[in-house]
């Protein structure tokens, strides 16, 4: 069966530090691989999506980018986080209809 | 106009009642429709996919009426255990891939 991961589950960092968070997936080839941002109180935002290695495409601009070194990793970094980019992080995969999150990474950003 | 729109609620139901959500989305052309359960401070699980005949998964009934474009949960019997927040999701075709519109969720608040 499918399975993903993602790490850390939390994380504190101050603002204009370096960020990256993992995520992988088991079970599957091939995967549609998603990052999303929930902030509080707040609906899903899809921020990069890649249906293939090295293939990504970001939907809203930003000082966040997306990387896909493998074909079940994908990574999401920034170079300097601003207190905007608390949030919680969550990374998903489809293969077909519906979508499957990871456990979510909880970004607090001081 | 948003994309998906869902009441925020909280719906607070005593255990047992019979409680119904509904969504409306924008974009007519969009094929596949969803209910996804958030948790507090957890991640978003599919709920069950809705179809165009409506379809019905234990206490939990789905319904699409696409002329008017709006999607309903129906749960009966609730559960303390269904407190959850409520997401409808409708897809939406964007470059040639297929990406998934997320509303803001509806509160649901089962109590003794």
């Known amino acids: 069966s499918q399975t993903i991961h993602q790490w850390p589950a939390t994380l504190v960092q101050p603002v204009g530090s370096p960020l990256s968070l993992e995520c992988t997936v088991e079970?599957?080839?091939?995967?549609?691989l998603y990052w999303y941002r929930q902030a509080a109180g707040r609906g899903l935002q899809l921020l990069f999506y890649?249906?293939?290695?090295?293939?990504i495409s970001s939907e809203v601009p930003q000082n966040l980018s997306a990387s896909r070194p493998q074909d079940r990793q994908f990574i999401l970094s920034s170079k300097k986080l601003l207190l905007s980019d608390s949030g919680f992080y969550l990374c998903?995969?489809?293969?077909?209809?519906?979508?499957?999150f990871g456990p979510g990474t909880r970004l607090t950003v001081l | 106009r948003k994309e998906v729109e869902q009441d925020p609620g909280p719906f607070n139901v005593p255990e047992g009642a019979t409680v119904a959500f509904n969504c409306t989305y924008s974009?007519?052309?969009?094929?596949?429709f969803f209910w996804y359960r958030q948790d507090c401070r957890k991640e978003p699980k599919l709920l069950m996919s809705?179809?165009?005949s409506g379809n019905e998964d234990g206490r939990f009934t789905a319904q699409l009426n696409r002329a008017s474009q709006y999607i309903s949960l129906l749960i009966r019997d609730s559960k303390l255990s269904d407190s959850a927040t409520y997401l409808c999701?409708?897809?939406?075709?964007?470059?040639?891939?297929?990406?998934?519109?997320f509303g803001a969720g509806t509160r649901l608040a089962v109590h003794p």
């Open positions: 998903a995969w489809s293969v077909g209809q519906g979508e499957f």
């Open positions: 079970g599957t080839s091939n995967p549609n």
């Open positions: 890649s249906v293939g290695i090295g293939q």
């Open positions: 974009n007519s052309a969009s094929q596949s």
């Open positions: 809705v179809y165009s």
């Open positions: 999701v409708v897809n939406m075709k964007s470059g040639g891939y297929n990406k998934l519109i």
